[in-house]
């Protein structure tokens, strides 16, 4: 599993712009809009170290 360090510090740098972005968004679904972004960054994170994202020739392939 990923590390939790690098999810927390990743969180931590971006967590001023979700703040920023979501006050577009009505207060009701703030909150859980914040959680979902957050939860996606760390399983984004948690792929790209687990090594499924294809490479750049890989993806080629698949796609044509």
């Given at each position: 599993?990923?590390?939790?360090?690098?999810?927390?510090?990743?969180?931590?740098?971006?967590?001023?712009?979700?703040?920023?972005?979501?006050?577009?968004?009505?207060?009701?679904?703030?909150?859980?809009?914040?959680?979902?972004?957050?939860?996606?960054?760390?399983?984004?994170?948690?792929?790209?170290?687990?090594?499924d994202t294809p490479g750049f020739f890989d993806f080629l392939k698949k796609n044509?």
């Amino acid at each position: 599993m990923i590390n939790q360090d690098l999810c927390l510090f990743v969180l931590e740098k971006v967590d001023l712009k979700i703040k920023k972005s979501i006050n577009s968004i009505p207060k009701k679904y703030q909150e859980e809009v914040e959680q979902d972004l957050k939860e996606k960054i760390c399983n984004s994170l948690y792929r790209v170290n687990k090594g499924d994202t294809p490479g750049f020739f890989d993806f080629l392939k698949k796609n044509n």
